[in-house]
């Protein structure tokens, strides 16, 4: 799918990373880190972060609670003012948490994310346009990579399902809020629906 990405998707991904406040990639250029940006045709965007620093490394869940997105009309439309205003109002409506990690569950996530296959777009894992895209990105222990696919659902036998099931697994397991975690069970099943 990347060769199809323009200029103005990379646009509105950043409005979304921006407003979902997951920018610790690149707010914090020397750490390690992977992102998880997902946005479904259909249903709200929401961003998972793993962010491994000296100090003070952190897991990020964040989602916007409204399906409705005028970031992508205004930034489809290029119109850069009403974009602009259009992000600082999902900033501000935002779920959001960030449980840090101490050093054990930090080495303990480090270890499990450089342990996974090194993800890749299989055929099998393309969708209609009903499906969910997502922007993996990392930095640090791996080459820096951004990579973009749209999905149906994810298979189990592809090496996407355990870059997504980890994060999700980890989200699941540190999120307190029943908002987030009702977002998070509806991604799941998204993702994992039985064919």
């Not at 450089?114 to 993996?136: E, F, H, K, N, Y």
Request: charged residues 20%; hydrophobic residues 45%; aromatic residues 10%.
């Amino acid at each position: 799918m990347s060769e199809a990405i323009t200029p103005r998707w990379i646009r509105y991904e950043e409005g979304l990373i921006t407003a979902l406040g997951c920018a610790g990639l690149e707010g914090h250029p020397a750490a390690t880190g992977y992102r998880l940006l997902i946005h479904p045709t259909f249903h709200a965007a929401g961003c998972l972060e793993f962010l491994f620093l000296e100090k003070g490394s952190h897991f990020r869940l964040a989602a916007l609670p409204s399906a409705i997105n005028p970031i992508f009309e205004h930034i489809w439309n290029e119109d850069t003012k009403r974009a602009e205003s259009a992000i600082m109002e999902a900033m501000f409506s935002c779920l959001e948490t960030t449980v840090m990690l101490d050093d054990a569950a930090a080495a303990d996530y480090r270890a499990r994310l450089s342990a996974l296959p090194t993800p890749s777009v299989q055929a099998a894992d393309l969708a209609a346009r009903d499906g969910i895209q997502i922007r993996l990105d990392y930095r640090g222990d791996r080459p820096e990579t951004t990579l973009r696919a749209q999905l149906a659902s994810v298979s189990a036998s592809t090496d996407l399902a355990p870059w997504i099931s980890l994060f999700l697994d980890t989200a699941q397991a540190l999120c307190r809020d029943q908002r987030l975690l009702a977002y998070l069970a509806k991604v799941r099943s998204y993702f994992f629906r039985s064919a």
